[in-house]
């Protein structure tokens, strides 16, 4: 079992920058495919941005050139910073794992294994 736990978010006003967090328990995090969603109220949970055990990563359409994902394996943390941002960013993040079996076809077509309990962005003036 994998349990993940995000932070770093909050208010932030439109234009500015946050970073997320999320760091995972237990073995293989170098492994593992990561990734951040986001879910807003009536919609379903949405991919933000994935980054592979090779750090290939793959972002949202709203978030190519704001949002970088990137991990630190000594640390099993993945990070999400999230720049220029803007008032339909606002969302509650969830970080996501793969199982560190999961083959490449499968991350891209599936939802992750693992959720965290999801954190707060807010984006507002």
């Known amino acids: 079992q994998v349990q993940l736990v995000e932070s770093g978010g909050g208010l932030v006003q439109p234009g500015g920058s946050l970073r997320l967090s999320c760091t995972a328990s237990g073995s293989s995090f170098s492994r593992r495919a990561m990734a951040w969603y986001r879910q807003t109220p009536g919609n379903q949970r949405a991919l933000v941005a994935r980054?592979?055990?090779?750090?290939?990563?793959a972002y949202a359409d709203s978030a190519k050139g704001r949002f970088t994902i990137s991990r630190d394996n000594a640390k099993n943390t993945v990070y999400l910073q999230m720049n220029s941002l803007k008032p339909e960013d606002t969302a509650i993040y969830y970080c996501?794992?793969?199982?560190?079996?999961?083959?490449?076809?499968?991350?891209?077509?599936?939802?992750?294994?693992?959720w965290g309990q999801g954190i707060q962005v807010t984006v507002s003036s």
């Open positions: 980054i592979t055990n090779s750090r290939a990563t």
């Open positions: 996501g794992a793969w199982m560190a079996t999961r083959i490449l076809s499968v991350i891209t077509s599936t939802s992750p294994d693992y």
